[in-house]
């Protein structure tokens, strides 16, 4: 059932080198309740695609990489012809359920077509893409409490749900058995987000199989494969600004992006600064940002974590110096 000092590369799309202390792969949860019983002292790593984190150093501990499986159609006291729930069990590959969602006409998930990852990982991070958050969706979260063994279900409103953010990085004691999705059995497009509908421009009513094809086009147009080309898709978080901040940069950018907030706040666009501090396409060694996206990090054949980490720290201080603006990076680093 363990395995010891376990080569992580494959187990990180960055395919950086670390060697774990104790590894397990957890089939279901009395399988996964029996490792955490037998290393109690252990530091706990748990692993889904393992595609929004890296590796700068071994991991002295125990990583649990489940592989529980399945999808199903459950029932609520709110049930109704209109909707539809599905409880989706962790480990299943994200965009897999995207298309099953899609097959099915289950309407919901469909902008975050072609998102690497699991279904796991999906709520931790609130994974989001083309005017969509995977919170918009999701009425229940199951999870393990690693200390108490005990199963927890955490609502909509239990998860915290913000920008790119949940209590599940709040709080990391807790592994996610499954994720419940309520779906829509119909669907309307609704105009969102610019690159999308420029892509659906010709179509007049686009169904949810041509949004979610239009979104896998762009994605491939815009975005290096991480089988191909080792990165972790968006390397940091859109930042927030002030009007004031945004005035001031606009006077010399006027194609600044702006997406005014409810609290007073603007998101603009963290790979528009990158470009502009300089960064886009450029490489440092074997690391760079990718030419097509100035957003993402791409590894061209380092297995050393620490010289991402040397490369990302470039891009924040070009940027801070350039826009007094402070990139946080959206991947874990460890």
Request: aromatic share 10%; glycine share 6%; charged share 25%.
């Amino acid at each position: 059932m363990y395995q010891y000092n376990t080569q992580l590369k494959p187990y990180n799309s960055f395919r950086t080198e670390a060697l774990a202390k104790i590894f397990c792969e957890p089939t279901d949860i009395k399988q996964l309740r029996q490792c955490l019983s037998d290393h109690p002292l252990e530091t706990k790593l748990i692993l889904g695609g393992g595609c929004n984190l890296f590796f700068t150093k071994n991991f002295e501990g125990l990583v649990i990489k489940p592989t529980m499986l399945g999808i199903r159609e459950v029932s609520d006291e709110s049930d109704d012809s209109e909707h539809v729930f599905l409880e989706v069990m962790g480990s299943e590959d994200w965009d897999n359920l995207v298309e099953y969602c899609v097959d099915k006409g289950y309407a919901g998930l469909e902008n975050l077509s072609y998102i690497p990852g699991t279904v796991g990982a999906s709520p931790v991070q609130n994974i989001g893409a083309y005017g969509a958050e995977v919170k918009d969706c999701i009425h229940e979260v199951v999870a393990l409490n690693m200390e108490t063994l005990e199963v927890v279900s955490f609502s909509n409103a239990e998860c915290e749900f913000a920008y790119r953010d949940s209590i599940f990085k709040k709080q990391d004691n807790y592994i996610i058995i499954s994720v419940v999705f309520l779906l829509n059995r119909s669907y309307t497009y609704t105009p969102k987000y610019a690159d999308l509908n420029k892509e659906l421009e010709d179509v007049s009513e686009p169904t949810i199989r041509e949004v979610r094809d239009a979104v896998i086009r762009i994605r491939q147009r815009k975005l290096p494969n991480e089988k191909e080309l080792p990165n972790c898709g968006s390397f940091f978080k859109n930042p927030y600004i002030t009007e004031q901040v945004a005035e001031s940069i606009s006077k010399e950018y006027p194609d600044l992006p702006l997406y005014p907030l409810p609290n007073g706040l603007i998101k603009t666009s963290a790979a528009f600064l990158i470009d502009r501090a300089g960064y886009k396409g450029k490489q440092i060694g074997q690391i760079g940002t990718y030419p097509k996206q100035a957003l993402i990090i791409v590894n061209y054949g380092s297995t050393d974590g620490n010289d991402i980490v040397f490369f990302m720290k470039e891009i924040q201080q070009a940027v801070a110096d350039k826009f007094n603006i402070n990139l946080e990076p959206e991947v874990r680093i460890l």
